[in-house]
Nanobody, 126 residues
Framework: QKQLVESGGGLVQRGGSLRLSCAAS?????IGWFRQAPGKEREGVSC????????YYADSVKGRFTISRDNAKNTVYLQMNSLKPEDTAVYYC??????????????????????WGQGTQVTVSS
């Protein structure tokens, strides 16, 4: 059974860190992290290919966020450092069946991803 369950969200001060986890049962697919702030469209934050060999990061998070996956544990992580108030959003993990490399915004577009978790709230206070 395919299931995605996020955890690790919470409230943190500016400059703090959080690590999000996505338990991706039944997946060996490309995985991505997405976020949606109130009144804004859902956007791709970071995505990784099925074999972990390629990644994409949105410009707004480059150098601060790191995506990783542990296929043995069926878990994908998003380490978020130097958090800013503008990072506040509901964060979702999602998966899609593709063996393509993931290096572009187009490959990390929400419309490409078929399976979604329920989301976890991240709030960064100033």
């Amino acid at each position: 059974q395919k299931q995605l369950v996020e955890s690790g969200g919470g409230l943190v001060q500016r400059g703090g860190s959080l690590r999000l986890s996505c338990a991706a049962s039944g997946f060996q697919y490309a995985i991505g992290w997405f976020r949606q702030a109130p009144g804004k469209e859902r956007e791709g934050v970071s995505c990784m290919s099925s074999n972990g060999g390629s990644t994409y990061y949105a410009d707004s998070v480059k150098g601060r966020f790191t995506i990783s996956r542990d296929n043995a544990k069926n878990t994908v992580y998003l380490q978020m450092n130097s958090l800013k108030p503008e990072d506040t959003a509901v964060y979702y993990c999602a998966a899609t069946f593709t063996r393509s490399i993931i290096t572009s915004q187009a490959m990390c577009a929400p419309r490409r991803y078929d399976y979604w978790g329920q989301g976890t709230q991240v709030t960064v206070s100033s």
